[in-house]
């Protein structure tokens, strides 16, 4: 049993910077990411990190801005999301499998979720 649950989504200006945290219980996750969904859009890749804090990767949208780490003392996965953007905004969801997954961006790769967390960034 695997258990994620997001935290430190709200409602911040555009150009300011917010942290969010995914905390996974139970089996170890190889390869961890996160992805967003905003209204009335399909669920978009953000980020991966693998079991060692290795084999990142950003999708271009975010490149530069965010930030994936991961701190296995704690079993906890983050995004540093800086200089947000208007088109930031979504809900953001952790996601995990305990494949070691080099060339995972899409949704169906990962085999578990967590309820999500609402940015939403205004002008």
């Known amino acids: 049993q695997v258990h994620l649950v997001e935290s430190g989504g709200g409602l911040v200006q555009a150009g300011d910077s917010l942290r969010l945290s995914c905390a996974a219980s139970?089996?170890?996750?190889?390869?961890m990411a996160w992805f967003r969904q905003a209204p009335g859009k399909g669920r978009e890749f953000v980020a991966r990190?693998?079991?060692?804090?290795?084999?990142?990767y950003y999708a271009d949208s975010v490149k530069g801005r965010f930030t994936i780490s991961r701190d296995t003392g704690v079993n906890t996965v983050y995004l540093q999301m800086n200089s947000l953007k208007l088109e930031d905004t979504a809900v953001y969801y952790c996601?995990?499998?305990?494949?070691?997954?080099?060339?995972?961006?899409?949704?169906?790769?990962?085999?578990?979720w967590g309820q999500g967390t609402q940015v939403t960034v205004s002008s």
């Open positions: 996601a995990g499998t305990r494949d070691y997954c080099f060339g995972c961006f899409a949704a169906n790769s990962f085999d578990y």
């Open positions: 990190i693998n079991q060692r804090g290795a084999n990142i």
């Open positions: 139970g089996l170890p996750l190889n390869t």
